[in-house]
């Protein structure tokens, strides 16, 4: 079955200790996603891939870092975690319709897993 | 103001009920509105995308959407104790040159045997 593949599922981290949070898909959808979520919170984008193409929201702290080596993979690291980053960690992805003009990313995501993190 | 608004809950149904979700948005130029259901600890799973005025009916869920009021609201028909999730409502907005999807924190709901 085609899915959105995230690893680890649970990372244990120390104070200021890097991390990185992998992402694999295997419906070919050009749109990635990384979403951080805390409990009894909305998801927030922190940053969004069309194809190659990086989107950083504006209010992303700057530890936070995103690959996209390729269609399939995206990685999200956290070069210096504090207590505040502890949350789930959610990859999704979602079809890009290019048009004239513009870009249209729809709203139907899909999510994977997810990876809980937890800073010591 | 929250761009998305959703009471948190929890919401409280006999099985067998209609369970009914409601949220808000505030950006009149939102165009596409989808409901994402989160199990506890689990990742959300889009359920319903509604974008017109109106019902749009998927089995035991309906979606309506009402743009002059900026509303959109979620019906479960023969509610289960396994729809006991978070229902996430999102919103997103086309600029153009760039689309962004906004969630709203979600509304608990518990289905009661």
């Known amino acids: 079955d085609a899915m959105v593949i995230q690893n680890p599922r649970y990372q244990v981290t120390q104070f200021g200790k890097p991390v990185t949070l992998s992402c694999s898909q295997t419906?070919?959808?050009?749109?990635m996603y990384w979403y951080q979520q805390k409990s009894s919170q909305a998801p927030k984008l922190l940053f969004h891939?069309?194809?190659?193409?990086?989107?950083n929201e504006a209010d992303t702290p700057d530890n936070f870092q995103s690959r996209r080596p390729n269609t399939s993979f995206c990685f999200l690291d956290i070069r210096s975690p504090g207590l505040g980053d502890a949350a789930m960690y959610l990859c999704?992805?979602?079809?890009?319709?290019?048009?004239?003009?513009?870009?249209?990313?729809?709203?139907?995501?899909?999510f994977g897993e997810g990876s809980r993190l937890t800073v010591l | 103001q929250k761009e998305v608004e959703q009471n948190s809950g929890p919401l409280s149904v006999p099985e067998g009920a209609i369970a009914s979700l409601n949220c808000t948005y505030s950006?009149?130029?939102?165009?596409?509105f989808f409901w994402y259901r989160q199990y506890s600890g689990k990742s959300p799973e889009l359920i319903m995308s509604?974008?017109?005025?109106g019902d749009k009916e998927d089995g035991r869920f309906t979606a309506q959407l009402n743009k002059a009021s900026q509303y959109v609201s979620l019906l479960i028909r023969d509610s289960q104790p396994s729809d006991s999730a978070t229902y996430l409502c999102?919103?997103?907005?086309?600029?153009?040159?760039?689309?962004?999807?906004?969630f709203g924190t979600g509304t608990r709901l518990q289905v009661t045997l």
């Open positions: 999704a992805t979602s079809r890009g319709l290019g048009l004239a003009g513009g870009i249209l990313n729809t709203g139907e995501l899909f």
């Open positions: 419906l070919n959808h050009n749109v």
């Open positions: 891939y069309y194809d190659k193409d990086f989107n």
């Open positions: 950006d009149r130029g939102s165009q596409s």
């Open positions: 509604i974008y017109s005025n």
């Open positions: 999102a919103a997103q907005l086309n600029t153009g040159t760039a689309s962004k999807l906004t």
